[in-house]
């Protein structure tokens, strides 16, 4: 298929889970595709499973130059930018009483902050039309214990699409929302927890979902390609979550 034909998309957190997939399935679409990471390994892993006309380029999601600078890079390779698909985000959860303002401040600077300053600077180069989506989480509809700061900045960002959708549509711009449930990614293994607390934590989680399993990068990424093409050109500061039913049954 060609749905993306000729678009030019960039996929921050675009080097693992979720935005790997979502980037390998634009260039599959026919898309010219840039994505970031932070670290070397898995700028490593994204240019071996993407190939070498994928832009592959070194980021801090939660600093604001860095979205300028990121943005100039990107319209200097491209020439402007069809698709931005905001994947980088982090998990930090935590019960309320191990809190700190430095973790605070990272989660929302990398979740909220440095998406919002990013579609600010990438505005000049923004086609017309072109199309933004954010990656909220289920977690923004649930009381899940531990996830208070993590679910108040995806709260934040799934706002923050509406708001923007009405500032940007006269320019063409259309904000859309995919707010994932439970997906196989490498995200549970970076919260730090020992390998029972770990298999306990799947397994609870497990037991919510009426579909009786994770969900994959793979269908996410799926609904982004969707919400980036011109089939949904009607679509317009929505939220599609895809969870398995988590939260509706």
Do not use: C
Request: glycine content about 12%; hydrophobic content about 45%.
């Amino acid at each position: 298929m060609a749905r993306l034909q000729g678009k030019r998309a960039l996929v921050t957190g675009g080097t693992s889970g979720i935005g790997l997939e979502t980037a390998r399935q634009f260039i599959a679409e026919g898309a010219r595709v840039a994505v970031t990471g932070s670290s070397d390994a898995s700028l490593a892993q994204a240019r071996a499973v993407l190939g070498p006309d994928a832009l592959v380029l070194k980021s801090d999601a939660g600093d604001v130059a860095a979205q300028a600078s990121l943005a100039a890079s990107v319209a200097d390779a491209f020439g402007g930018l069809d698709i931005l698909f905001v994947n980088a985000g982090v998990g930090d959860f935590r019960p309320l009483e191990a809190w700190d303002e430095p973790g605070f401040d990272r989660s929302f600077a990398i979740n909220l902050k440095g998406p919002l300053f990013l579609v600010q600077a990438l505005l000049p180069h923004l086609a017309n039309p072109a199309s933004i989506v954010l990656n909220g989480s289920v977690n923004a509809r649930i009381g899940m214990p531990n996830s208070i700061v993590y679910a108040a900045t995806k709260a934040a960002l799934i706002s923050t699409a509406r708001t923007l959708s009405g500032e940007l549509i006269g320019r063409g711009v259309r904000v859309n929302v995919v707010s994932p449930g439970p997906i196989a990614t490498p995200i549970y293994d970076k919260l730090g927890l020992g390998e029972a607390d770990l298999d306990g934590m799947k397994r609870a989680i497990l037991d919510q979902l009426p579909v009786g399993r994770f969900g994959e990068p793979a269908e996410v990424a799926a609904a982004v390609v969707h919400l980036a093409s011109d089939e949904s050109r009607f679509t317009v500061g929505s939220e599609l979550v895809i969870d398995g039913g988590m939260t509706n049954l």
